[in-house]
């Protein structure tokens, strides 16, 4: 149990162009996911909160307008990254959690985003 | 200094080895305790999570909370080529978001 999916695993894009990227849930509700962006080497590094049907909160430094999140269902959060740059290429995971459940969060299996 | 402490290796043990990983963290607010393991290009793989002092077993690995310490470690017995991977340790206040250590890199050896 507890599997959460993510696609696409990879995409190109051309710099200026818009990209989403879908998480979903597939065996519980997810009361709440994460956005994350990984760089090489590095830890993981939150950029958003979203809970079903409000509005995510955002971390310091990330821009909102930019990162675009949607969580219309208990099961799908989608991040839409807006006139995409080079600088914005990473490995973006995202991350759900059913509060009913308890607090651990089960991630995704990650997408890589090049920005050409 | 970070909230979350965790030296990022690499650790090279051989097959067979008992690896020991751990954490140390400064916010006595954190009550909730969970170990990643992340494979290359991968997202993070759930092994456990804890919420209290103390053991907890699955398989050939034990999370282990010493909440008075503020340290947390995971153990992996017969250590196999397939653990290697990074492992992550990862805790948070009252449900709220996760603070990750910087990562273990492990490394055995058949």
């Known amino acids: 149990g507890a599997v959460v999916s993510q696609h696409p695993s990879w995409v190109i894009c051309k710099s200026g162009t818009s990209v989403k990227i879908e998480c979903r849930s597939l065996?519980?509700?997810?009361?709440?996911m994460f956005w994350y962006r990984q760089f090489p080497k590095q830890s993981l590094m939150l950029m958003a909160t979203s809970n079903e049907g409000s509005k995510a909160t955002y971390e310091q430094g990330v821009e909102k307008d930019k990162f675009l999140i949607n969580h219309a269902s208990l099961t799908l959060s989608t991040l839409t990254v807006t006139s995409a740059h080079p600088e914005d290429s990473s490995f973006y995971i995202c991350?759900?959690?059913?509060?009913?459940?308890?607090?651990?969060?089960?991630f995704g299996p990650g997408t890589r985003l090049t920005v050409t | 200094q970070k909230e979350v402490e965790q030296d990022p290796g690499p650790l090279s043990v051989p097959e067979g080895a008992i690896v020991s990983l751990n954490c140390t963290y400064s916010?006595?607010?954190?009550?909730?305790f969970m170990w990643y393991r992340q494979y290359s290009r991968k997202g993070p793989e759930l092994l456990m999570y804890t919420y209290s002092s103390g053991n907890k077993e699955d398989g050939r690995f034990t999370a282990q909370v010493d909440k008075s310490s503020k340290y947390i470690s995971l153990f992996i017995r017969d250590s196999q080529p397939s653990d290697s991977a990074t492992y992550l340790c990862a805790m948070s206040a009252y449900g709220n978001k996760l603070v990750f250590g910087a990562g273990t890199i492990l490394r055995v050896k058949s």
């Open positions: 991350s759900a959690r059913d509060l009913s459940q308890g607090y651990e969060q089960y």
């Open positions: 916010n006595s607010a954190f009550q909730y």
């Open positions: 065996d519980f509700q997810a009361t709440t």
